[in-house]
């Protein structure tokens, strides 16, 4: 009798703990691990089955690190291309291949998890220097399929971005580019600047969500839209004060872009610019150069670097080693710190800079040519 109860009793016990532990693996597996993914990454998306939910909520939380790192990717934004019919699997295997991200597939299950794997569209983005490979899952999701996402950066000259309308299929293959630029010119622009001849300098960067019903003037009318919201109202008697006319001040701006590695030194690389304009001194900036050979040559990098000492002696109104003062026109399409230097230069009796030696992109500034050539590197 008592070995007889002794098993019923640890029979109990066996059936008791087989239904706790089977509770508890449903706690957790049906409440624990979906509730503790929701709070990292967000609501599931309502269509997913309770096992799908439950298989990437495990994935998601396994390799949560994957996902919320924080990478560095260098001093400067990236531009990142989703070509026409790239799916999401293609997407996240080319940002592991670019190096944004460490590896591809948790990328797939978390837009697989909130349902947005089929919102990613063709479009341009930027990659921010300092982020997380979530934040750029969620920056790659459109929501709007009305809309197409494009980016480009400050310095680009307008073929640059010409070239990336055209490749991403926002401005159809048959579209004649300077047609439209012309028309731009003539509609998008104030009375006083609408004789212009090239729109180089007012393409203002950064990114936008543009319409897809949006005409190819009206897309570039949004760029230079941005360009006139985005300086102060007073901008033209703001440059006037250093001697420059609005369009002169957009001339400066662009080659101070090109010119500068670090922002905050964009006042005084400009201040330098002003000071050797108003000592009738050449510019003698190489970024004019390349602008020069690039326009000539029709050259696919634009930017030719480094210069060869005959490159120097171009004969192009925009070489500025040859021709004094500025350039005919914008040599790229400068950003808000770069038109804001030109406007509020740093004043100092610098006449001269040049690269420093030790690569920080930083530059060194001085009075004499004496002293700038003795601040060249061995």
């Known amino acids: 009798m008592i070995g007889i109860e002794k098993q019923k009793a640890i029979l109990a016990f066996s059936l008791i703990f087989a239904a706790a532990i089977f509770f508890t693996c449903v706690y957790f597996l049906v409440i624990w691990l ?14 997913l089955d309770t096992s799908h939910r439950i298989i990437l909520s495990a994935r998601l939380l396994i390799h949560r690190k994957d996902l919320t790192t924080n990478l560095e990717l260098g001093d400067r934004s990236i531009p990142f291309l989703i070509d026409s019919g790239q799916s999401a699997s293609m997407v996240a295997e080319k940002l592991e291949i670019a190096g944004f991200i460490p590896e591809a597939d948790s990328l797939i299950n978390y837009w697989l998890y909130k ?35 494009f980016a480009f950066l400050a310095g680009w000259r307008k073929e640059e971005v010409e070239n990336l309308l055209f490749n991403t299929d926002i401005f159809p293959h048959d579209v004649d580019f300077k047609e439209v630029e012309k028309l731009s010119l003539g ?50 008697e703001l440059v006037k004060e250093q001697g420059l006319t609005l369009y002169e001040a957009v001339i ?29 001194m050449l510019l003698q900036s190489d970024p004019t150069v390349q602008y020069a050979i690039a326009s000539d040559a029709k050259q696919l990098g634009w930017w030719k670097s480094p210069l060869e000492s005959n490159d120097l002696e171009l004969d192009s109104p925009y070489n500025t080693y040859v021709n004094n003062g500025l350039p005919p026109t914008p040599i790229c399409n400068p950003d808000l710190n770069s038109l804001l230097s030109v406007a509020f230069p740093e004043r100092t009796n ?16 001085n009075e004499t040519y004496q002293q700038h050539v003795e601040a060249a590197c061995n």
């Open 34 to 47: 979906p509730s503790s993914t929701a709070q990292v990454f967000g609501d599931p998306d309502p269509g």
């Open 115 to 149: 349902g947005q794997d089929r919102l990613i569209q063709t479009g341009v983005y930027l990659i921010q220097t300092s982020t997380t490979p979530l934040s750029i899952a969620i920056n790659l999701v459109n929501n709007s399929p009305e809309e197409i996402h």
């Open 187 to 236: 509609s998008c622009f104030p009375i006083e600047l609408n004789t212009l001849s090239s729109i180089e300098g007012f393409l203002f960067p950064g990114e936008y969500q543009l319409a897809k019903n949006l005409s190819q003037g009206e897309i570039l009318c949004s760029f230079t839209e941005r360009f006139f919201e985005s300086i102060p109202p007073n901008y033209a």
């Open 252 to 280: 400066l701006a662009s080659i101070v872009q090109r010119e500068v590695i670090n922002p905050e030194e964009a006042p005084l690389i400009a201040g330098v610019f002003i000071n050797r304009l108003n000592a009738h």
């Open 350 to 365: 610098y006449l001269f800079f040049r690269a420093s030696c030790d690569q920080s992109g930083s530059h060194i500034f």
